[in-house]
């Protein structure tokens, strides 16, 4: 059973270009699940997910991100017209259909972006 | 989510025990004391979890106060592989809800 895939490992834009990251959960789990770690900081929760919806959203910039979970295929974080600041590395974990307290969250090995 | 709070970091001998403590004052009788951990370059991985009662696995221990107001992560015995930030973080159980790390332990071993 393959862990969480993230891809990819790493991603250069220019400022001004969009940045997709992809996240394909663990087989069986439908929640999804992405954090920013900016450098020498901690995680930052962003956003969490179910299959087709977004569940919470709080942590998420109100501008230029957003992110989806269809009912096929990998969960996608998109950041439109990069800026420097979005430099950081993006973890995304998922957890199995309970959701519930005692489940344990699999991260994958996140993808660093470097905005030039 | 309740608060934790850890020390910013600690330092062992490799080969010895090393105790992480956790201070969760504001634990509810439904959250669940869970231990993540981050080794460099990595994402975070899973360490252990408990609610009231001592709970042991192949990576650690977790020793949980009577009032649960503490909880301390044993690693039996530390190898230069277990440097990394390690984090203390409540659940409340019954809750769809997401994982909040805070700033962690960052535990140095020393050869």
């Known amino acids: 059973n393959a862990g969480v895939m993230q891809n990819p490992r790493h991603l250069v834009r220019r400022r001004g270009q969009e940045a997709r990251l992809r996240c394909s959960p663990m087989?069986?789990?439908?929640?999804v699940y992405w954090y920013r770690q900016l450098p020498e900081e901690g995680l930052k929760f962003m956003v969490y997910?179910?299959?087709?919806?977004?569940?919470?959203e709080s942590g998420m910039p109100k501008e230029r991100f957003s992110a989806e979970f269809p009912k096929e295929g990998p969960s996608i974080l998109r950041i439109q017209q990069v800026v420097r600041g979005d430099s950081a590395a993006y973890f995304c974990?998922?957890?199995?259909?309970?959701?519930?307290?005692?489940?344990?969250?699999?991260f994958g090995s996140g993808t660093q972006l470097s905005v030039l | 989510d309740a608060k934790t709070t850890q020390p910013n970091s600690m330092e062992s001998n490799e080969e010895e025990p090393v105790h992480l403590p956790c201070n969760h004052s504001?634990?509810?009788?439904?959250?669940?004391i869970h231990w993540y951990r981050q080794l460099p370059s990595q994402g975070p991985e899973y360490v252990i979890h408990?609610?009231?009662s001592n709970v042991n696995n192949r990576m650690a221990s977790l020793a949980i106060a009577e009032d649960r107001k503490s909880s301390t992560l044993i690693l039996h015995r530390a190898t230069l592989r277990d440097a990394a930030v390690y984090y203390c973080?409540?659940?409340?159980?019954?809750?769809?809800?997401?994982?909040?790390f805070g700033k962690g332990t960052r535990l140095h071993i020393l050869p």
């Open positions: 974990a998922s957890s199995p259909d309970t959701g519930m307290a005692n489940e344990k969250l699999f």
């Open positions: 087989k069986g789990h439908s929640h």
């Open positions: 997910l179910q299959k087709e919806n977004i569940i919470d």
């Open positions: 504001t634990i509810s009788g439904t959250d669940y």
């Open positions: 408990g609610l009231t």
């Open positions: 973080i409540l659940r409340d159980s019954g809750r769809d809800d997401k994982i909040i």
